[in-house]
Structures are given as C-alpha cells and as structure tokens.
C-alpha cells in the first residue's frame, strides 16, 4: 500500500475506533433501498394484469384495448406542467430521442457537466456532435459561471443535468441560453418530483428527459420519458422514437402532423412498462414527500453543528433530499468520517450515481463505434482534450463532500440514528 493511502485509513479506522469505543449508533446496518419499488402493491398488480388479460401488451394495437403508455403520457405530462409527454424504454433513450428533436448533430457541439452519467455524453456522441465538459460547483450540477466560456459559434444546447434529486441553478442557465441562443436540455433522471421555483423540473428548458430505471423516484425497472411544451419537437421526438413515423394517437394530440419521416429508432414503451409506470406516476408526490421529510429531520438536526458545510441547493424547497451532503474540507477528512460512519452501522459516501466523465478511459481517448465517427473530425473536435486536468474543481468537490443517502420508508428511528451518528462522528473526526 502506498504510504499516503495507508496513513489515511490508519487515521480512518482510528476514528472509527474511538468513535464507536461505546456501542456503535446502530446494531445493524442501515440501507437506504429502490424508492419506486417499495411502494409497488396491488395498484401496480392490477395494471399488469389488465394487460397480460387483454393479450395486449404492443402499445398501438391488439386484440384488446391497450392504452396504458397513452394514459401515462397524459398523466406524467400534467404532473411535470409540459404540453406533452411521450413514454420511451430507458433514460438513455430518452436522451437520444431529446438530441434527435434539437436537431443535434455533426458540427455541433453541447455543453454537459464534467459529472454527470454516460448517456448524457453518448446521446451527444451518437449524434455526431461534440460533448464540451463544464465543471460543477458546490450543487454538484453544473456551474452555470463556468458555461459561457466553452460557448463557440458551434454551440447548439447546454444539457442541464439535475443530479440526485437537487436541481440546476435554471435562471442562470436559462439566461446564458437565451442570450447566446441555444437550446436547453434539462435531464431530471435522477429527479422526478424536484423542482425549481415552483416548477417541475423538466419543465422549464425546451426538452425534459426523465429514467423510471430502479434507482429512480419512480420505476418499472427500465423506462423513460420525454416532455416539451412545444409540438414541433414532440412531433419529432415522437417520429424518432418510433421509426420515422407518427402515429395516430400523438397526431390527435398536436392536430395535424407538420413534418415527413424521418428515419428513426425503435425506443417504443412496452404496455407492461406502461401499466406499472401509469400506477407508480399517481405515486410520485408520496414518495417524494417522504423522502423530502425525512431529509429535513436529518438537515435540521445537524445544521448547527460548528461550522458545518452544505451541499448547495438552487430552490432548497424543491430539492427531493436524497441524501444530506456535507463539506469535509479535504478528501482525506471526508474519508474519514465515511469510514467512521460505517463504524457507527449508518451508511455514508462520497456523492454517487454518477461518473467524472472526462477523467473515464473511453472518454479521454475519444472512442467511437466507428474511426470515421464525426465528432471528432471538426477542429475543434481534433484538438479538444479530456482528462482529469480538465476538470480540477469537479474532483475536488466531489472527494471532500460525503454524505448520507436518504429513503422514502425510513420511519423516525432511522433519521434519529443518522443525525446521531453524523454528530457522533463530526466531532470524533476534529
Ligand atoms: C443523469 C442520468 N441521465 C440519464 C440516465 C439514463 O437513464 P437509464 O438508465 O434509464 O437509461 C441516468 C441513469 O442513471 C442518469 O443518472
């Protein structure tokens, strides 16, 4: 072991020691779990059976009468205050079929956060266009006074990425966006049911993508939405995610189709999907307020520790509270209480879900699925570098903040330990 590293966790299991010498906070571990699943009961039984009884789980036709993604799309449209909503199978998908409604593509370029998860970064590649990394600051979002010095003429989007349940800065990023005329993507795949000023995330940019993944607020295991308020990209988000074509449920709902096929993908939601996702949907602001409770009893009762750092939060009243982040000052602080938390049986990390994407290997190396790719064909795609010198504040951050995650189910003993043990081990730790 390298002698720095050994230091570290001497000094870390030291802590933990001493800090758990009495009888650690909790006997048994304490696990935070997959949010939308522990809420599944007979609603979601009902909607599936629905569909295996009707023999109909294609969401256009057969021999019954499907309509479970239909009625999903309507539902997760009111609740996310947008126009339309079209259902897809994956987040992932969901970001590609938002690029494809932009219009992204080669020669473009799209300004993403340094962390943030693969598909945002693929979704641009796949296109053809050029990821450009920005760092994040204290919300672990993007920081929105690092974006206007990566905005070129190529610039086409910023991606908005709402981490962990905290949403984005949106009226600094929405304002850089207007003033150089671009278009913004907001990813709330880790935050249905957040927020921003009393708005839905997802509603405020010009396309929203959601992931109904099972780490997800809500889930089916894989899923995903697409919303926007204005028809021309909901009809091209429709067409793509369906071949080219449009079908005639989303022609009712703008009218009367404006463009021609396109050539498109297949990311159609399967009824099975639909039903449970329409069940868990009418879900969501329970979950949420759960979560966000217990949040708040944790928050509250270890605000006043001396000195104590929180993670940023944009609209503190719209953040979901998925975990409560604290600024340790140093990595090596940060581990430390990390460590001695596990001691005391309540579970802490560093902020997760998510990668430092240009310090990731297949990234710095520019890899494509073919060598003629054109991303990084243009000059600036040529001369553009990745790497972990490209983004210093983003692994600073990210190494000195630890934190504990938070679940919609933990009853009042639960958020009692973790404040217990955060107190416990903030003062052991110095
Ligand atoms: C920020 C973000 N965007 C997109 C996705 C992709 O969602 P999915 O896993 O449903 O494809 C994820 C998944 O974790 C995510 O965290």
Known sequence: MKRRKFVTAAA???????????????????RAGFWGTQFYDDKERAELLDVLESRSPFRWYGPGKPGKVLQFEKEF?????????LGVTSGT?????????????PGDEVILPAWTWHSCY????????LPV????????NIDPGAIEALITPRTKAIMAVHLQGNPCDMDRVLAIAKK?????????????GASYKGRPVGSLGDIGIYSLQINKTITAGEGGAVVTNDPVLFERASRFHDLGGLRGPHQDLLGKASLDWIPGANYRMSEFTGGVVLAQIRKLDTIVDAVRGNARRVHE??????GAKFRLLPDPAGEIGAGVFLDFGTRERCDRFVAAMKAENVGAGKPGGSAILPTVPYVMAKKTIHPGWPSFQSPRGKSIRYGPETCPRTIDILGRFGGVAIDPKYGRKDTDDIVAAIRKVYRAIG
Do not use: N, W, Y
């Open 12 to 30: 870390a299991a030291s802590v933990a020691a001493s800090a758990s010498e009495t009888v650690p906070v909790r006997s048994t571990p304490l």
């Open 77 to 85: 449209a009111k609740r996310m205050q947008s126009r339309f909503a």
């Open 93 to 105: 998908a969901a970001l590609q079929v938002a690029v494809a409604a932009l219009e992204i593509g």
């Open 122 to 129: 693929s979704a641009v590649v796949l296109a053809g266009a």
């Open 133 to 140: 990394f920005a760092e994040i600051d204290t919300s672990f």
């Open 180 to 192: 150089h005329r671009l278009r913004v993507i907001e990813d709330c795949a880790q935050s249905a």
């Open 301 to 306: 009762g270890v605000r006043d520790l001396e």
